[in-house]
């Protein structure tokens, strides 16, 4: 035991336990990323395995990798892969594991592919309601007029 | 737990998801849209689909089920449609499990100007988006990115429109909140924009925020004349300075006067010891104000931080004519001019200065084909300005713009036809919601 403890702190490796069980083995530096897995290693010293139930394996193997690859460059074609569930999911996912650099890239993608869309598509995105009335809506819609131009097709 | 959407109203949709942050809901979470919230039409479907219990990894699930009343595109098809897992909290819309604090978080990313489309989204989100503890985070965010204001005033209507960079699209927005005498565009600066003008005899200044369609007349400097005006804002302080230093019509000296927004007064400092400007623009860049001077030749440069002038000896380079200065980020000043006019080798370089050895270094040439298409004519007049190492590039007649990024290196056209007027005044803005 004393002979593993004073190996370099990098090498020491960790298990993190999905929601699902899967389980994934990384080395300490990796998941000191999370912030949520650094306070429980602060915690509790000796722990081995780390349960992370608020993530799906699937889900929490694509946070591994980012974090362990994240630059500029790789950040700027991560999002490219994922839809829009994902997206998210995978921003609950960096919320909940405490990972600022992953929910600001994850922000700004989601706010990309948002942004030059019509009100309609917003509201599918995020499944909500129109409660304006068509009156309120129609104000609005000619108060801003010039920010309703050039809107992608949805 | 409740099926999120019981309610048609996202408000009290959101406070049952609060409630269930805490609550495991780890499985897959897409389900077929068999229980989306009630849209005004059709009725809820309240099917114990993905209850704790039930498991269905049917692939004929994938299917998206009818109730919503729009059809759906390509890309919902794609979204919906995933395999259920048991044995996990299920939430019929993914979506709405977002946390307040996060969907702050993604709007605060989307580009201000789209911010005003958002507002027609729900009851919820316009208000949200009004909201001035949102605006003042959404500044907080980094720059949108770098846009071209280009004003134009004829008659009586200001012609506004503004070109976002990153989003490569014009917006006509709306300058009649300005009052009829705001006239001449003196400048942008972390996102208020600076005009002046006459009203009657009296020469004013106002500083604005087009976003927010707010404005703020500044009072009369001592010597109150139209004179040569820059604005410039310090985020870090919450504040902006105005700095007058010469008139603009003769030569004629005044002490520098500069405003400050925390004071909301003038102050008054040393006179600039040189005179004839021989051009009509300057810069500011790491708390300097740099002027080029014909005698002594050079830079006149004013220090904010110690209120007075100095004189920087650095020669410019032969045979320039309608010499810009232009600041770049940080220390970088630039020095934008045609050279060889009435001659074959006619273009425009850049250079830039060295601080250290007081000298004009080149460091760009504009490639001969750029040149021919932004002045057609060879003594044709040229405007230039500047952001963050990009140098914007207007021509009177030809009614485009051409930028150069000074890191990049990279030459490209501005699209559309705002440029067309010639009394056309423009510079760089970057869009932000906050005032000072």
Redesign the interface.
């Known amino acids: 035991m004393a002979e593993e403890k004073s190996q370099a702190s990098s090498s020491k490796m960790l298990t993190l336990k999905a929601s699902d069980g899967v389980l994934f083995e990384v080395e300490l530096n990796i998941a000191k990323e999370m912030k949520t897995v650094q306070a429980y290693i602060d915690d509790c010293e000796d722990i081995e395995t780390i349960p992370i139930p608020n993530v799906l394996g699937k889900h929490l193997a694509i946070v591994i990798e980012y974090i362990k690859k994240t630059n500029e460059e790789y950040d700027a074609e991560f999002e490219k892969q994922w839809n829009m569930d994902d997206l998210q999911l995978l921003l609950l996912a960096a919320n909940y594991l405490n990972i600022s650099g992953l929910q600001e890239c994850l922000c700004k993608a989601i706010a990309k592919r948002i942004e030059n869309k019509s009100p309609e598509y917003v509201r599918k995105v995020f499944n909500i309601e129109n409660d304006h009335s068509p009156e309120e809506e129609a104000k609005l819609r000619k108060e801003y007029k010039w920010a309703f131009e050039g809107v992608d097709k949805d | 737990m409740n099926c999120v ?1 019981q309610s ?3 408000g009290s949709s959101l406070s049952i998801v609060e409630s269930v942050e805490n609550v ?7 389900c077929c849209i068999q229980a ?5 039409n059709g009725s809820r479907n309240t099917s114990p689909m993905g209850r704790v219990g039930s498991r269905n990894t049917s692939p004929s699930r994938q299917k998206v089920v009818k109730t919503k009343p ?1 059809g ?2 390509e ?2 098809h ?3 449609g ?1 395999v259920v ?1 048991a044995d ?1 909290q299920m939430e019929d ?7 307040e604090d ?1 969907l702050h ?7 201000p ?2 911010i ?8 919820r ?2 208000l949200l988006l009004q909201d001035s503890s949102f605006l003042k985070f959404h500044s907080s965010v980094p720059s949108h990115g770098p846009c071209v204001l280009s004003f134009c005033k004829n008659s009586v209507i200001p012609q506004c429109s503004v070109y976002s960079l990153p ?1 490569k ?6 300058f009649t909140f300005l009052p009829h005498w705001a006239i001449w565009l003196i400048g942008s600066s972390g996102g208020l924009v600076c005009f002046s003008g006459c009203e009657g005899p009296t020469f004013y200044i106002l500083v604005c925020n087009p976003l927010t369609q707010t404005w703020r007349k500044l009072p009369c400097m001592h010597f109150n004349q139209q004179r040569q005006l820059i604005m410039v804002v310090d985020r870090s302080d919450q504040s902006f300075k105005v700095i007058a230093t010469n008139d603009i019509c003769s030569d004629k000296s005044f002490p520098t006067e500069i405003y400050d927004s925390k004071e909301d007064r003038w102050s008054v400092h040393q006179r600039m010891p040189a005179s004839n400007l021989c051009s009509s623009k300057m810069a500011y860049c790491d708390s300097r104000l740099y002027f080029e001077t014909l005698s002594p030749l050079g830079l006149m440069m004013y220090r904010l931080d110690i209120n007075c002038w100095e004189h920087i000896p650095a020669k410019f380079p032969r045979s320039l004519l309608d010499g810009y200065l232009v600041a770049g980020t940080q220390k970088r000043l630039f020095l934008v001019g045609r050279i060889g006019l009435y001659s074959t080798l006619q273009s425009i370089k850049i250079w830039e200065l060295d601080h250290a050895k007081i000298l004009w270094v080149e460091i760009s040439r504009m490639p001969p084909k750029y040149f021919r298409s932004l002045l057609r004519l060879s003594a044709e007049r040229f405007e230039c300005f500047g952001l963050d190492n990009l140098i914007c590039f207007t021509s009177y007649n030809q009614g485009k713009g051409l930028l150069f990024d000074v890191d990049k290196k990279i030459w490209s056209w501005i699209g559309g036809s705002a440029f067309q007027s010639y009394n056309n005044q423009a510079c760089f803005y970057e869009p932000r919601y906050q005032s000072y």
């Not at chain 2, 989306?36 to 005004?40: K, Q």
């Not at chain 2, 819309?93 to 946390?99: D, S, T």
Request: hydrophobic share 45%; glycine share 6%; net charge positive.
């Open positions: 959407g048609s109203e996202l495991v809901f780890g499985g897959d979470v897409r989306s919230p009630p849209r005004g729009r759906l595109d890309e919902t794609a979204t919906f995933k897992h996990v819309n993914i979506w709405a499990m977002l946390p996060l978080e993604i709007l605060a990313r989307v580009p100007f789209l005003f489309r958002l507002r027609s989204v729900c009851k989100w316009n989003l699209t014009w917006y006509r927005m709306c």
